[in-house]
């Protein structure tokens, strides 16, 4: 059974940092590429960020850029989106994502999805 297990979201003030976790299990997570997005109230899912199975590739979306930082523990099964001066713009529902290929991943099409954790940021 597929699970993406996202912690660490909460209330933060603006200027504050919070890193978010994504535990997987029940699929080969070294062979695939993983992924965060979020969902702000009123507005589409958008890619966040992507790395690559090896972590040899990156992608952060522009409004994250030099903020946010995506990793990946390969012997703990886990991403990480870690958030740096974080913005009231940022609140949203995280949510982590995985697919065997990076370019689908940045793309949205995942195969597999978690349930979201909640990011509020306060100004």
């Known amino acids: 059974q597929v699970q993406l297990v996202e912690s660490g979201g909460g209330l933060v003030q603006a200027g504050g940092s919070l890193r978010l976790s994504c535990a997987a299990s029940?699929?080969?997570?070294?062979?695939?590429?993983m992924g965060w997005f979020r969902q702000a109230p009123g507005k589409e899912r958008e890619f966040v960020a992507a790395?690559?199975?090896?972590?040899?590739?990156?992608k952060h979306a522009d409004a994250v850029k030099s903020r946010f930082t995506i990793s990946r523990d390969s012997a703990k099964n886990t991403v990480y989106l870690q958030m740096n001066s974080l913005k009231p713009e940022d609140t949203a529902v995280y949510y982590c994502?995985?697919?065997?290929?990076?370019?689908?991943?940045?793309?949205?099409?995942?195969?597999?999805w978690g349930q979201g954790t909640q990011v509020t940021v306060s100004s």
């Open positions: 994502a995985a697919h065997p290929t990076f370019s689908a991943v940045v793309a949205g099409s995942s195969s597999y």
């Open positions: 029940g699929f080969t997570f070294g062979s695939y590429a």
């Open positions: 790395i690559s199975w090896s972590a040899v590739d990156t």
